[in-house]
């Protein structure tokens, strides 16, 4: 299994700040993923901070509307999941897409699973009758690659009926809801991951979602135990997932980000093979040496190294986008 970027992640801003020796204020951070126009979190009752959370203050029932989904589980963001999930089974059989988001090989690996590193589609469907358990990141992380959801039903439908599991993360798929296969579960042997960190823009909250059938969700739940989502968290994520005209509007703009930044990473040499609304993946084999040349000018990326790429979220302001502008424009000429 690859180790690249093994827990490591996007974000580790202080760290760059004390490494190149500039202030965590002069930071143009693209390194995430994350939604830089996020949803504007009011302010909060009181109440929220002074009572124990409450199942019944209405947080369940906004995530089934937005997800569609009757059978659902709030969780300290779906890192929470991702760590608790490989608990629920016996060692068993565990097919991982890759490269991709490097805690879900962590987890399983940890916890005792013989784990399988998967390329492709057709190396999935050639492997598929020997795994307990297929999981991947749909559209994925780092590249943006996506699966259809045709092809996810028949890989749950095969693995279900032999007590499998599909687990999807779905981290990235709220700018594209037509695509998620969250209104299918309840179904046993189907789990997907959501959260609001990369499209609402909230990753501070740590609040996510487990969707699965109701035997699941209950063990889980046992698991992890009571209040694990704080009572301002769930707050703030009721009336995040409420929004529907900030959501919409989203839909629209983000596409939209994400078209001018890889035409502003093209016309560097930098054109992009991969993204989503939220970011773009651009494999070059200078990576580390653009990587290192922005970070001196302040400018963080998410590099990654075992296959040489970098990955871009996107700019806030004008401001931004010019910065990004004319890095680029000193550091790239030369290099591809």
Known sequence: MSSESLLEHGGALRRAARQYGIPLADWLDLSTGINPHGWPVPPLPAACWQRLPEPDDGLEEAARQYYRSECLLPVAGSQAAIQALPQLRAPSRVGLWQPSYAEHATAWQGS????MPLHSIDAINAALSALDVLLLVNPNNPDGQRVSAAQLRHWHA?????????????????????????????????????SLGKFFGLAGLRVGFVLAWPALLNTLQARLGPWTVSGP?????????????????????????????????????????????????CPTPRAATIHQALARQGILLRLFSETPALRLGLPATAQQWQRLEQGLAGVVRDEC
Request: with cysteine; proline share 7%.
């Open 158 to 194: 095969e693995l279900a009926a032999r007590g499998g599991w599909l687990i999807i993360d779905e981290a990235f798929a709220d700018p594209e809801p037509q695509h998620s296969l969250a209104a299918d579960t309840g179904q046993p042997g189907l789990i997907v991951l959501r």
């Open 112 to 115: 005792g699973h013989d784990c």
């Open 233 to 281: 968290a769930r707050e703030v994520a009721r009336l995040a997932l409420s929004d529907r005209p900030w959501q919409q509007q989203m839909r629209i703009e983000l596409p939209q980000q994400a078209q001018r930044l890889a035409a502003l990473l093209a016309r560097h040499g930098l054109a992009p093979q991969g993204g989503t609304a939220l970011f773009q993946y």
